[in-house]
């Protein structure tokens, strides 16, 4: 049997606010880590404020310590955040607690960025901390993001063939075959069609198929359909399962005139679909 160890500890980081007037000591440390987060997920992390000397400096709930995260290379400001004082004990001096919420990294690229800490005065201005004891002020802060599957984009379909059913005296237009991705489907596999029409008037399939190469018409099988009667927006298809491949297929309404059943001016328009599975 395995076992998998997981660990759930706190994130902390070092940061030293040197506020007395005293000599700066000589108990310098190396190397300061750099702080990592998680793009799309809440992070929490603690501020270790300490002095030069690695002493844990004493803070309180009227102070106002400011995190900022940015971009060093393009000069823009990304992130800017209150700390929440945490000390209460001696077991929390000198510790406050910044939290980055899911939307506040959703948007930002996976990259190094630089952040600094910084404590707002009476008077309005900012008084700087330091990452390091080398009076290093800026700190390098690096968005992973490890924590769920990147998205990818949809597929885009925008072209059909059509063909004439001589046995519904309709014409058809059909997609070609669209790659269903069944090695990370299961059977409860969710498969998105979201189709964009413009006074839409006429049924659309969904159909799927097993085959690994569907070039045969009776190798698809209807999955799911809609009749519309001028119809616009945009409709959403959802289903569950593993195919090989799908295809949109669409049969406008008959027309008052036979001869006008596949004029857009009678049927309007499916302008697009987007699918994802």
């Given at each position: 049997?395995?076992?998998?160890?997981?660990?759930?500890?706190?994130?902390?980081?070092?940061?030293?606010?040197?506020?007395?007037?005293t000599?700066?000591?000589?108990?310098?440390?190396?190397?300061?880590?750099?702080?990592?987060?998680?793009?799309?997920?809440?992070?929490?992390?603690?501020?270790?404020?300490?002095?030069?000397?690695?002493?844990?400096?004493?803070?309180?709930?009227?102070?106002?310590?400011?995190?900022?995260?940015?971009?060093?290379?393009?000069?823009?400001?990304?992130?800017?955040?209150p700390?929440?004082v945490?000390?209460?004990?001696?077991?929390?001096?000198?510790?406050?607690?910044?939290?980055?919420?899911?939307?506040?990294?959703?948007?930002?690229?996976?990259?190094?960025?630089?952040?600094?800490?910084?404590l707002?005065?009476?008077?309005?201005?900012?008084?700087?901390?330091?990452?390091?004891?080398?009076?290093?002020?800026?700190?390098?802060?690096?968005?992973?993001?490890?924590?769920?599957?990147?998205?990818?984009?949809?597929?885009?379909?925008?072209?059909?063939?059509?063909?004439?059913?001589?046995?519904?005296?309709?014409?058809?237009?059909?997609?070609?075959n669209?790659?269903?991705?069944?090695?990370?489907?299961?059977?409860?596999?969710?498969?998105t069609?979201?189709?964009?029409?413009?006074?839409?008037?006429?049924?659309?399939?969904?159909?799927?198929?097993?085959?690994?190469?569907?070039?045969?018409?009776?190798?698809?099988?209807?999955?799911?359909?809609?009749?519309?009667?001028?119809?616009?927006?945009?409709?959403?298809f959802?289903?569950?399962?593993v195919?090989?491949?799908?295809?949109?297929?669409?049969?406008?309404?008959?027309?008052?005139?036979?001869?006008?059943?596949?004029?857009?001016?009678?049927?309007?328009?499916?302008?697009?679909?987007?699918?994802?599975?």
């Amino acid at each position: 049997m395995q076992i998998l160890p997981i660990y759930l500890y706190p994130n902390t980081l070092d940061v030293i606010l040197d506020l007395d007037p005293t000599v700066r000591g000589a108990n310098q440390v190396m190397y300061q880590y750099d702080l990592k987060i998680q793009k799309g997920i809440k992070n929490q992390v603690r501020i270790q404020f300490k002095n030069s000397d690695q002493k844990k400096v004493s803070i309180s709930n009227t102070q106002t310590f400011v995190f900022s995260m940015f971009d060093a290379i393009n000069q823009r400001l990304l992130i800017e955040k209150p700390l929440e004082v945490l000390e209460e004990s001696t077991g929390t001096k000198g510790i406050a607690l910044l939290t980055l919420t899911e939307s506040d990294t959703i948007d930002i690229p996976k990259s190094s960025y630089k952040f600094t800490v910084k404590l707002l005065e009476s008077d309005g201005s900012y008084l700087p901390a330091y990452s390091n004891t080398y009076y290093g002020l800026a700190g390098t802060v690096q968005l992973d993001e490890d924590a769920y599957p990147v998205l990818q984009p949809s597929q885009e379909i925008t072209s059909f063939q059509i063909f004439y059913n001589d046995s519904i005296r309709k014409y058809e237009h059909k997609s070609g075959n669209i790659y269903a991705n069944p090695a990370f489907n299961s059977n409860s596999g969710l498969h998105t069609a979201a189709v964009y029409m413009t006074a839409y008037r006429g049924t659309v399939y969904i159909q799927g198929t097993l085959s690994n190469s569907p070039a045969a018409a009776d190798r698809y099988v209807t999955i799911k359909s809609k009749t519309y009667t001028g119809f616009t927006g945009i409709d959403v298809f959802n289903f569950n399962g593993v195919f090989s491949y799908i295809r949109i297929v669409y049969v406008p309404a008959t027309a008052p005139a036979e001869s006008q059943n596949d004029n857009p001016h009678y049927f309007g328009s499916l302008d697009k679909v987007l699918y994802r599975s």
